[in-house]
């Protein structure tokens, strides 16, 4: 009988919380539920090891909204606490209802949430230039007065108002990697660096301190996929394929392509910056390091796209 | 060489969060600072895998606070959830302290946090009759319109004001217990159960479902010592021994104590309800089930009491 490949599935933000939906609870699990529906479908297939990452700019976002309305009455939380609370609250949520789905499947895996955190430099160029817009929209003299009461780099934010914006360094290792990788071999699935982690420095004498920063989720799952050895790395999106020529009249999908191909699109500059871009860098990162695959598809097309029927494929 | 034994170390609220602190993140580390100092005596020793439990009262109270702060910009928290955040907000602060000062300790341990769901009854009587006070005090007209408009429960407490009381049912099953024993014969040192575990009923076609309700930390640390089949107990608590007659002229502590012993205690009514005396039930019913002892001491006194030199101990 041939071994299972371990397969890294990222979902993406909307898989969890719809952009315009205001976040209850109670739309958090029915999103999850389909995407737990389609994992089951993965893991029913018996070919899986499965970790399972996503998404939290929405989540944080509620986070930071209602710790700055409490403000007068309880102390602020950082980022980097921020990160590991709703890793825990949308863990939680995921590892209940995929449980509830591969049990009515007839499946029996352990599964669980791993709090993750994501070694990234004290030295990376991206904390002397901030740029990951977080939390809520402000009017201009509110952005001008949190500048200067607390620091924060604020700038304007897609003509919608002004917003926080935070360094996001390369995430260089997962804290956790040894363990997330033993959970594998136990046949345990499991949910890890949410959000693309909680990020930390390394200070001089080797301890860790978390850090007012966002790593790339697609970037930190690329870094998890290569240190835990897995087979394949699958990126869940909203689009059933990466494009060419996206939003163009000539726009085309792509089904495969090698890690030459990619990077030649890339450097055509085909992949938005922020959103299909850091997906493709991840996919070829995680093949040249000697992943098998990496796929990039939609929620509801992960099985075709496991048997080579939907998504875009990067191989070497 | 003797195999290592294994213990279940239950951290006292005030080892996170102390009485009268408001409660940032800064004071928290600093108190997690001191409580890691300890555990990493313990593990120094060489003789234990440790299973680490943590209180969240404080930490949920201040998520409640911000949830409602917020309430007429972001949907509310409930319960369950509030409780897997603080899980992982809590989980994060530990896991990265203890792993500095075992590091800084020469010592090599992987650790980390695992989200924890605690199965317990839909019929428990606890769902009739709501106890357990939580989140902010209100006054009386507050109170009132909360009880009309959210269906809570809110009593009088403690001369302070009213609060919500939710459930607090018996917990019949750690779901993670697999997992976390799993992680224990890896060698690796685990944070779960945090907050006496998430809240979750089974439901007739078996799926899991999130309650609302909070169970109490000692009976679910317990219950997870039960489950894991580990050797010791530890309940760190303020106090360095449990005590006959307390705060009376006459009081004493108590060394040792045999199972019957501590349950003719118990019919005496010597422990005070929701403090010492849930610590010596679940003390009780783990040694009754088989453990080896249950410790009852202060954080300062941990190592001292596993020699046998401080502390409570009860015996079978």
């Known amino acids: 009988m041939r071994e299972e490949e371990i ?88 590892q209940q209802t995929l449980a509830n789905h591969l049990r009515a499947a007839g499946l029996r895996h352990y599964i669980t949430t791993v709090v993750t955190q994501v070694i990234v430099d004290k030295n990376d160029p991206a904390f002397k230039r901030p740029t990951k817009p977080i939390g809520p929209f402000y009017d201009f003299a509110e952005g001008e007065r949190l500048h200067w009461e607390r620091g924060w780099e604020v700038i304007e934010d897609s003509k919608r108002g002004y917003r926080r914006v935070v360094p996001s360094p390369k995430p260089l290792a997962i804290q956790e990697t040894r363990i997330i990788r033993n959970m594998l071999d136990n046949g345990e699935i499991v949910i890890a660096v949410g959000g693309g982690g909680i990020p930390v420095v390394r200070e001089k004498d080797k301890s860790l301190r978390g850090i007012e920063a966002v790593i790339d989720k697609d970037l930190a799952v690329g870094r998890l996929a290569e240190d835990i050895d897995a087979d394949i790395l699958m990126v869940l999106t909203d689009v059933e394929q990466v494009m060419l020529n996206y939003g163009e009249v000539d726009e085309v999908g792509i089904n495969r392509m090698t890690v030459d191909e990619a990077e030649n699109y890339l450097k055509e500059g085909h992949f938005g910056e922020g959103s299909m871009k850091p997906k493709v860098e991840a996919g070829i990162s995680f093949v040249k390091a000697g992943g098998e695959k990496t796929i990039i598809t939609a929620l509801n097309k992960a099985v075709e796209a496991l048997e080579g029927k939907a998504g875009t494929i990067i191989i070497a």
């Open 7 to 94: 397969i890294v599935v990222a979902l993406g933000g909307n898989a969890i919380l719809q952009p315009g939906q205001p976040g209850t609870v109670e739309e958090q699990l029915e999103n999850v539920d389909i995407a737990c529906r389609h994992l089951t479908e993965i893991m029913s297939t018996g070919k899986y090891k499965m970790v399972i990452t996503h998404g939290n700019g929405p989540q944080v976002g509620n986070l930071l909204l209602a710790s700055e309305a409490a403000g007068h009455i309880i102390p602020p939380i950082p980022l980097d606490v921020c990160g590991a609370a709703t890793q825990g609250m949308m863990g939680y949520m995921i």
